[in-house]
T-cell receptor, first 112, second 115 residues
């Protein structure tokens, strides 16, 4: 089945690192994505990782993928108030033409 | 480029009314989809289309119809609105293609309230 789960809320202090976690159940996923949603806006792609990779780094963002445990994480270094948003992980399964399954979203709150 | 444009941004309907949510993209994307976003449930796929003239059901299609007469437009029709359809609706488009990494571009959303 297709099920992507995330914790609903995370609070961190400005300057600290944030780690947002995601678990998925479909082992045939080809790509896994992180999207960011700011208040009142649509989703924007932050980063993605191909299923044959373990890690991907992009400036302050680090994505870790553990295929054995079906666990994906997004680490944001030096978290800023502008990072406050809802973060969604999403998976694309093999054999699907861009059909994405999204997680429940994690609301990140950055405090001073 | 305008990207993905959704109209209206806000709408209040009475139970039983019908309406169409509009979605248009100017990126020549083949793949378009409609999601609804509800608190604590993430985004759930309503309907999607892999090209003009082709549509298919997603996870929560009941109460909604779609059509894809052109590559650019993918309207979502609510046949007889119910309070359970109160939600934020997002349209998305992407290049599509099996095995491809394709970024999905989202519209700004339509906040629908059914009273």
């Amino acid at each position: 089945g297709e099920d992507v789960e995330q914790s609903l809320f995370l609070s961190v202090r400005e300057g600290d690192s944030s780690v947002i976690n995601c678990t998925y159940t479909d082992s045939s996923s080809t790509y896994l994505y992180w999207y960011k949603q700011e208040p009142g806006a649509g989703l924007q792609l932050l980063t993605y990782i191909f299923s044959n990779m373990d890690m991907k780094q992009d400036q302050r963002l680090t994505v870790l993928l553990n295929k054995k445990d079906k666990h994906l994480s997004l680490r944001i270094a030096d978290t800023q108030t502008g990072d406050s948003a809802i973060y969604f992980c999403a998976e694309k399964m093999a054999g699907t033409a861009s059909k994405l399954t999204f997680g429940t979203g994690t609301r990140l709150q950055v405090t001073l | 480029n305008a990207g993905v444009t959704q109209t209206p941004k806000f709408q209040v309907l009475k139970t039983g009314q019908s309406m169409t949510l509009q979605c248009a993209q100017d990126m020549n994307h083949e793949y378009m989809s409609w999601y609804r976003q509800d608190p604590g449930m993430g985004l759930r796929l309503i309907h999607y289309s892999v090209g003009a003239g082709i549509t298919d059901q997603g996870e929560v299609p009941n109460g909604y119809n779609v059509s894809r007469s052109t590559t650019e437009d993918f309207p979502l029709r609510l046949l007889s609105a119910a309070p359970s359809q109160t939600s934020v609706y997002f349209c998305a488009s992407s290049l599509g293609g099996l095995g491809m990494n394709t970024e999905a571009f989202f519209g700004q959303g339509t906040r629908l309230t059914v009273v």
